[in-house]
């Protein structure tokens, strides 16, 4: 298999060949490619997917949520990650629904953009195994927590749309392929990556950068999720199962959000920034902190 070496949403690095997870005993599944999965891990995993849910249409960051649970649950790394994409789509896209139903965001207008995620998302989950992820988890807890200091700083970030500092053209086929490439070959921090070049380069205002970044997650969502299912990663009883706790936590997320607007918004995409970093130091397979010796 192609794919030996792959990181999880939260930026932790396995070998698709082991198992390096420790499931709590009664969680435990038997093995990678479970048949009967028992009823109370099913009822765990749709919890865990309806609080990921709710968080991530609002800030994203939904990944800190379902790939420990799933891990906790003694799925194999790579089984999570293909898992994790499917039931991903469904929280993606039932914000997208939300949002656009509401007028923040024209689906139709934004398919190019969104094709273009898509095919980012394709290529990073296939190149993943040459990309120095390294590198990526070296410097990403400093990007998150930039990000959270810019939007929580930042005064005049609101809700009304500003002056763009990009063209739509050299925004679709630069920024968003870039993103989603990054999302399938890494995946921590995507929907603040969007959010930030939303605001600060497309003028958007919060809640509308909010709508159109889950369109745009759910097309790099889905070009990773095709490479998986290409590999046979895919659990799909679990996958549906959180995929519905995705759903319905969407839908309740988005109407708080657009009916609290950035004074949910903001907050929440600090906090969410300010937790994935912490998540991804207090891995101690994180370069830093084996330099240092931690």
């Known amino acids: 298999m192609a794919a030996r070496r792959t990181q999880d ?27 009967d999965i028992a009823l109370h891990i099913l009822v765990f995993l749709f919890i865990a997917a309806f609080l990921a849910g709710f968080i991530d249409s609002i800030a994203g960051g939904g990944g800190m949520i379902t790939i420990p649970a799933m891990l906790l649950a003694g799925i194999p790394p790579l089984h999570t990650l293909g898992t994790n994409k499917l039931q991903s789509l469904f929280g993606a896209g039932s914000a997208t629904i939300a949002y656009a139903r509401a007028g923040h965001v024209r ?72 993103i989603g490439f990054y999302d399938g070959v890494f995946g921590p921090g995507t929907g603040s990556f969007f959010m930030l070049a939303f605001v600060t380069l497309a003028g958007f205002g919060v809640l509308k950068a909010t709508a159109h970044t889950k369109l745009l997650n759910f097309g790099s969502n889905v070009g990773a999720f095709a490479v998986f299912v290409s590999y046979g990663v895919v ?33 929440l995409l600090v906090i969410t920034s300010i937790a994935l970093a912490i998540r991804l130091m207090a891995d101690p397979s994180h370069p830093i902190r084996v330099w240092l010796g931690w």
């Open 107 to 178: 689906l139709s207008e934004q398919l190019p953009m969104a094709a273009l995620s898509a095919l980012g998302g394709a290529l990073g989950a296939l190149l993943a195994t040459v990309v120095p992820g390294d590198v990526l988890k070296t410097f990403m807890p400093f990007l998150l927590v930039a990000i959270a200091v810019y939007f929580g700083l930042k005064p005049n970030i609101g809700d009304v749309d500003r002056h763009r500092r990009m063209s739509v053209f050299l925004f679709t086929v630069t920024v968003v392929p870039l």
């Open 235 to 267: 659990l799909w009883k679990v996958g549906l199962v959180m995929g519905a706790g995705q759903f319905l936590g969407a839908q309740a997320g988005s109407r708080v959000a657009m009916k609290a607007g950035v004074k949910v918004i903001k907050p």
């Open 9 to 35: 949403a939260a930026g932790l690095a396995f070998d698709a060949q082991s198992d390096r997870s420790a499931p709590i005993a009664f969680l435990a599944l038997p093995s990678p490619a479970v048949a």
